[in-house]
């Protein structure tokens, strides 16, 4: 049976639990979060480039320390509601979705918004360009490309976590 790591990005923190079968399970919270991005590197609508680098930075050290004790080949879900709002985005459905989003399409969507913040006007992108939104976005790729998860099963979104 494969373990499951549910990440769950809220406003003040990142939830991210495992349940790798027989081996202990992780419950760990980073001080990741929607606000934190909003208040801090984001300053900005769509934020700047120093603005962006400065995030992925800030991600980057917070979630760093989670490559040392995430087991190995586990299936990546969530069912935040951004999440959903970025599959469909992905897929070109309008509304919320559920299914699987690829590391792949987590980087087009953010390559998007990096070209916004180096001066391409946003309405030809077709991306939201709202801080939660960005900041949803920086803090996904992050994850999946630093942890090396391929891509991110999408359930129905729960309840926002704060």
Request: proline share 7%; net charge negative; aromatic share 4%.
């Amino acid at each position: 049976m494969t373990g499951i790591t549910r990440i769950a990005i809220g406003e003040l923190h990142t939830r991210v639990c495992v349940d790798d079968g027989p081996s202990p399970a992780i419950d760990v919270e980073l001080g990741i979060g929607l606000a934190q991005l909003g208040r801090g590197p984001f300053r900005h609508q769509p934020p700047s480039e120093l603005e962006l680098e400065s995030a992925i930075a800030f991600v980057e050290d917070a979630m760093m320390p989670l490559a040392k004790v995430l087991p190995p080949s586990t299936k990546l879900v969530s069912s935040d509601a951004i999440a959903s709002r970025l599959l469909a985005l992905a897929q070109g459905a309008p509304g919320q979705a559920t299914g699987s989003l690829t590391l792949q399409q987590v980087e087009y969507v953010f390559g998007e918004l990096a070209a916004v913040s180096l001066g391409r006007p946003s309405a030809s992108s077709g991306v939201p360009m709202d801080g939660p939104f960005v900041a949803y976005v920086l803090v996904l790729r992050e994850f999946m490309h630093h942890l090396a998860f391929a891509e991110i099963s999408i359930e129905e979104a729960a309840a926002e976590v704060r």
